[in-house]
């Protein structure tokens, strides 16, 4: 019953701006973490950005730290990438991910994977050179 569906994503110039939307259906938004993850041909998936239950954390990967904003909007259960000044290497399928909070600690997890419970399917991100 859980869904969760981005949007958002296509093809943009070096420099450019994307924001990247993930709609949350069948789960009490509130009290889930959320995060980002990106994975490129070839390549593992990677943390892109989380962002805590309440809202009063978040986290980034160094390689996007200043470009990148996530934040949310419970009353809409959405959680949003804000993608500026976007590269080339930025190009991948981005993920939206859902944890329960109640489970684990923040900093020390959220980049992992694994301890996600809930995944959309995707939306592609290509960044022209």
């Known amino acids: 019953q859980v869904q969760l569906v981005e949007s958002g994503g296509g093809l943009v110039q070096t420099g450019g701006s994307l924001r990247l939307s993930c709609a949350a259906s069948?789960?009490?938004?509130?009290?889930?973490?959320m995060g980002w993850f990106r994975q490129a041909p070839g390549k593992e998936r990677e943390f892109v950005a989380g962002?805590?239950?309440?809202?009063?954390?978040?986290l980034y990967a160094d390689s996007v730290k200043g470009r990148f904003t996530i934040s949310r909007d419970n009353a809409k259960n959405t959680v949003y990438l804000q993608m500026n000044s976007l590269k080339p290497e930025d190009t991948a399928a981005y993920y939206c991910?859902?944890?329960?909070?109640?489970?684990?600690?923040?900093?020390?997890?959220?980049?992992?994977?694994?301890?996600?419970?809930?995944w959309g399917q995707g939306t592609q991100v290509t960044v022209s050179s």
């Open positions: 991910a859902a944890r329960n909070q109640a489970r684990t600690s923040y900093d020390g997890s959220a980049h992992r994977p694994d301890t996600y419970d809930y």
């Open positions: 069948g789960l009490t938004f509130s009290t889930y973490d």
């Open positions: 962002i805590r239950w309440s809202g009063g954390k978040t």
